[in-house]
C-alpha cells in the first residue's frame, strides 16, 4: 500500500478562516489527501489560513518545521499568504499536477548570553532588542567584532530580507530582495544629540556576520527581545548575537511573479 498523503491545515479562529477551513479540508479529502488534526511532521506541506500573523505564529508554533508552507489569506495584509479563498481549487489542481516552486526562506537567529545560561531564538520577521515600559536603551554594538557605535533610542531591529517589509519597512528600512543572504540593522527613533550620537540609518551586512548587541551594565534587566512580534524577557542579559541561521524554513510558490506582485499592490 503506497504511504498516504499528508497535508496540515493551520487556521486562525477568525469566522472567515474557519469557513476557508472547512472547505479546504473536504476538497483536500476528496483528491485522496489526508489532513490530520495535530500538526504532522511527516506531512508534504503545511497550509495556513489567516494573514501573515497566523502563518508566523505557526511556524513558531511548530518550531520552525521543515514540512513546507503555503498560505491562503483571509487577514489583513497577507504579505506571506500567497493564495485567496476563492483560488482553492486552482491552487489543489495546480499542486496536484506540481506546478508549482519550492524555496527556502531565511531566518534571523540571536544567542542570548546570560550571566547564568545561554539562549538560541529564532523569528522569520525580524528581532527586535528594545529598553521595557517605554523606556530608552543604552546598547553597544558591534559588526563581525567591530565596535560600530553605543547606541541610544527605542531600540534595533536586526531583520531578515523576507522581514525586510515588515517592521523594518514602516521604521524606514529598505527592502531587501530575499534573494541576497543579507541581514539589516535598523535603528528605531535614534537619539542624535550632544549627549548622544546613534546612526540614524539602517545598515545591511552579509547574513553570516554577527551583530553583537550588549545592554550597558544597568539595561542588563531592562532590555526586551521581541521575536516576530511575541516579546522575550530573560535576566541578567551580558550579550546578544545576531545573524542569519543555518537553519531554514521552505514554501511553496505558483508564479515567480508574486513578489513584486505582492509588492506593488500591498503597498502602492
Ligand atoms: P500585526 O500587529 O497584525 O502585524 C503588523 C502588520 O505587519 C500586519 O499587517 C501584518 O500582516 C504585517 N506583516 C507581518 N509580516 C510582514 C512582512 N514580512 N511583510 C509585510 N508585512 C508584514 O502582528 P502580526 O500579524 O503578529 O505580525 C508580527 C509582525 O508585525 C512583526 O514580525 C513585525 O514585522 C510587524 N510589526 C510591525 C510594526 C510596524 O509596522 N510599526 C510594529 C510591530 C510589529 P497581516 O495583517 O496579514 O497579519
Ligand atoms: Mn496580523
Same mark, same amino acid.
Given at each position: ?22 472547505i ?5 479529502e ?6 490530520p ?7 508534504e506541506l503545511s ?9 508566523l505564529?505557526?511556524? @513558531?508554533?511548530? /518550531? !520552525?518545521p521543515?514540512?513546507?508552507f #503555503?498560505?491562503i489569506?483571509?487577514?489583513h495584509?497577507?504579505? =506571506?499568504?500567497?493564495?485567496s ?5 486552482r ?7 506540481k ?11 540571536a544567542?542570548?548570553f ?18 521595557q515600559?517605554?523606556k ?6 558591534f559588526v563581525?567584532?567591530? @565596535?560600530?557605535? /553605543? !547606541?541610544?533610542?527605542?531600540g534595533i #531591529?536586526?531583520?531578515t530580507?523576507?522581514?525586510s517589509t515588515g =517592521? ?9 530582495h530575499?534573494?541576497?543572504s543579507?541581514?539589516?540593522i535598523?535603528p ?16 545591511v ?5 554577527t ?11 531592562g ?8 516579546e ?11 545573524? #542569519? ?7 511553496i ?14 503597498f502602492?
Amino acid at each position: 500500500m503506497s504511504q498516504p498523503r499528508i497535508i496540515n491545515i493551520i487556521s486562525n479562529r477568525n469566522y472567515e478562516s474557519r469557513r476557508v477551513f472547512q472547505i479546504l479540508k473536504s476538497k483536500l479529502e476528496k483528491s485522496g489527501f489526508v489532513t490530520p488534526d495535530e500538526f504532522s511532521h511527516k506531512a508534504e506541506l503545511s497550509i495556513c489560513i489567516g494573514g501573515d500573523g497566523a502563518f508566523l505564529r505557526a511556524v @513558531h508554533n511548530n /518550531k !520552525f518545521p521543515q514540512v513546507p508552507f #503555503i498560505g491562503i489569506n483571509t487577514g489583513h495584509l497577507g504579505f =506571506y499568504q500567497e493564495i485567496s479563498p476563492e483560488d482553492i481549487d486552482r491552487f489543489i489542481d495546480d499542486y496536484i499536477n506540481k506546478r508549482f516552486e519550492t524555496f527556502e526562506m531565511s531566518l534571523v537567529e540571536a544567542k542570548v548570553f546570560t550571566d547564568k545560561k545561554n539562549y538560541f531564538l529564532n523569528a522569520v520577521n525580524e528581532i527586535v532588542v528594545r529598553g521595557q515600559k517605554s523606556k530608552v536603551i543604552h546598547l553597544d554594538v558591534f559588526v563581525d567584532g567591530n @565596535h560600530l557605535e /553605543k !547606541f541610544s533610542g527605542d531600540g534595533i #531591529i536586526i531583520s531578515t530580507p523576507h522581514g525586510s517589509t515588515g =517592521y523594518n519597512f514602516s521604521a524606514g528600512g529598505a527592502i531587501i530582495h530575499p534573494r541576497l543572504s543579507a541581514v539589516q540593522i535598523n535603528p528605531i527613533a535614534p537619539m542624535s544629540s550632544r549627549a548622544y550620537r546613534s546612526l540614524p540609518n539602517p545598515i545591511v551586512v552579509p547574513g553570516n556576520w554577527t551583530i553583537g548587541v550588549h545592554p550597558e551594565q544597568r539595561y542588563k534587566n531592562g532590555t526586551t527581545i521581541v521575536l516576530d512580534g511575541t516579546e522575550m524577557f530573560y535576566k541578567d542579559i551580558i550579550k546578544i548575537n545576531l545573524r #542569519i541561521s543555518s537553519k531554514k524554513i521552505s514554501r511553496i510558490s505558483f508564479s515567480s511573479h508574486t513578489y513584486w506582485e505582492n509588492l506593488k499592490t500591498k503597498f502602492l
